[in-house]
């Protein structure tokens, strides 16, 4: 049985650096026979960028967001998938605000109030990845990225395989070209699902 892969695709660059990389990544992983679905989180209908903490999640005995709009649906479809790849350029010290209103969304995935802390158990058998593009080095904003989604994914009873991609170019595109991040990024897509 092929293995099912989310990527939740955190640019709003069509053609830019982290677009490029996860597409690398996507064929990977079909090379390896897994069915791949791409979430543009730019392009997904929210009610509200990010959670409301509105509690309904966790006043509600399923690990679902109530707020009914693309964010949680897609966060819903994680559930389904045996990997999730979260593909983010780095903004400022850490993942971008498309990618950053998904996440927040998966608070439903875990219960913190009304007794012990719980994560959601279909989490267990799914694996968390992280593609993060950076025109620095991993000292600063790639590291403070990792740091945060390997807490992440902590927090969600995992652990976190990355693909970190550093001295990304400014300009969009221009990364198409670079052969070497895309032979590293086709492998880490087949590592994905091996």
């Known amino acids: 049985m092929s293995k099912e892969v989310m990527i939740v695709l955190g640019t709003a660059r069509k053609n830019g650096n982290t677009a490029n990389v996860a597409q690398w990544v996507a064929d990977g992983a079909r090379e390896a026979g897994a069915n791949v679905e791409t979430i543009d989180a730019s392009k997904l209908t929210v009610k509200a960028h990010g959670c409301l903490h509105c509690l309904g999640c966790q006043k509600s005995d399923e690990y679902r967001c109530v707020v009914g709009d693309g964010a949680a649906s897609a966060v819903a479809r994680m559930l389904e998938k045996d990997v ?44 968390f990845a992280l593609v993060a593009t950076a025109g620095g080095d991993e000292r600063f904003g790639l590291g403070m990225t990792s740091r945060h989604m390997k807490g992440v994914a902590a927090g969600l009873g995992n652990t976190l395989k990355e693909l970190l991609v550093t001295g990304a170019p400014a300009e969009p595109g221009e990364i198409a070209s670079n052969e070497p991040i ?13």
Request: glycine share 8%; net charge positive; hydrophobic share 45%.
């Open 84 to 127: 999730i790849v979260f593909a983010t350029p780095v903004y400022f010290g850490g993942v971008s605000a498309q990618l950053k209103q998904v996440i927040d969304r998966m608070y439903c995935l875990i219960k913190v109030l009304n007794g012990p802390y719980t994560v959601c158990p279909e989490l267990k058998d799914i694996s």
């Open 182 to 194: 895309k032979a590293k990024a086709m492998a880490f897509g087949r590592e994905l699902v091996s």
